[in-house]
């Protein structure tokens, strides 16, 4: 059974830095896209960023663009989205996703085209 468990979120303030990190088990991790995305309390989920499956491409939602940087390491079974000068508004819970290989690309932002996900970490930004 193929597992995505996120880790690294926390309490930071305002323009801290965090990085987080989801694990996959399983030998599949290096043939999918990977996703994160986040969801605030009483707000719909909102797509953060992806990754494609050799790390060459990159995606970003609008609000994180030029903050987050999203990354991973095959050889780990790992992707990661490091999370510079944050906001208050980036507090949300964060959940790592595995794209599914029957989705175009071009449907990175969809949660729908996402089959496994991670339980979340959260990540909650001080002013």
């Known amino acids: 059974q193929v597992q995505l468990v996120e880790s690294g979120g926390g309490l930071v303030q305002a323009g801290d830095s965090l990085r987080l990190s989801c694990a996959a088990s399983?030998?599949?991790?290096?043939?999918?896209?990977m996703g994160w995305f986040r969801q605030a309390p009483g707000k719909e989920r909102e797509f953060v960023a992806a990754?494609?499956?050799?790390?060459?491409?990159?995606y970003y939602g609008a609000s994180v663009k030029g903050r987050f940087t999203i990354s991973r390491d095959n050889a780990k079974n790992t992707v990661y989205l490091q999370m510079n000068s944050l906001k208050p508004e980036d507090t949300a819970v964060y959940s790592c996703?595995?794209?599914?290989?029957?989705?175009?690309?071009?449907?990175?932002?969809?949660?729908?085209?996402?089959?496994?996900w991670g339980q979340g970490t959260q990540v909650t930004v001080s002013s």
């Open positions: 399983g030998r599949t991790f290096s043939s999918v896209a």
């Open positions: 990754i494609s499956v050799s790390g060459g491409t990159t």
């Open positions: 996703a595995a794209k599914s290989t029957t989705w175009p690309s071009s449907t990175y932002s969809n949660p729908g085209s996402y089959v496994l």
